[in-house]
């Protein structure tokens, strides 16, 4: 009866020692596989419309179909057509066979025959009348926030009447300020004459 407690305790510990043994090992986790250039999701003939706080349209993105890619955090849209109002409520439309958008739409790069049409500001009180304005080339690169377009391939301008190409272009909107860079030619077309 002495000896009873000890050779319990013998029999438990040669009990666990045969348990750890036997029981499976677990795999260690295996690391996180590295994401590809691979969409997560897609959507076919889609519409995202963006508003202010105010509830006010601030733009609409259409295409035929969207990929979403997680590693860039970009959406790639084939068929792109996109029409932005800015705070004062005027229209830009954007149309190209392919683009790619930011999250937010804030910056989209349009791609194969692209096309950025401002249109027409009347007169306005101690202010000139702005014509409809076009971009149009294979590569444009707009900011729509900042209502910037810029462009490092072949681009041709049309400014009411008035045409421009050139190799290059850069145009801010809110300072009405326009680069041209490369073989710059321009036509420019005089208002008619008001007696």
Known sequence: ??????????????????????????????????????????????????FDPAGKLRSDVQGSIARHYPDTQWMEIDDIRIRSYDAKGRLTTATALKGLANEDGSEVQLMGNALVVRDAIAAAKGQPEQPRTEYRGEFLHAFMDTERVTSNKPVELRRGKDVFTADRMEFDNVEQVMRLQGRVRGLLIPAPVRP
Do not use: C, N, Q
Not at 24 to 42: I, K, M, Q, S, W
């Open 1 to 50: 009866m002495l000896y009873l407690p000890i050779l319990v305790m013998g029999v438990l510990a040669l009990g666990t020692y045969w348990l750890v043994r036997s029981t499976p090992v677990l795999e260690a986790a295996a690391p996180e596989r590295a994401r590809g250039h691979e969409p997560d999701y897609f959507m076919e003939g889609f519409s995202v419309k963006t």
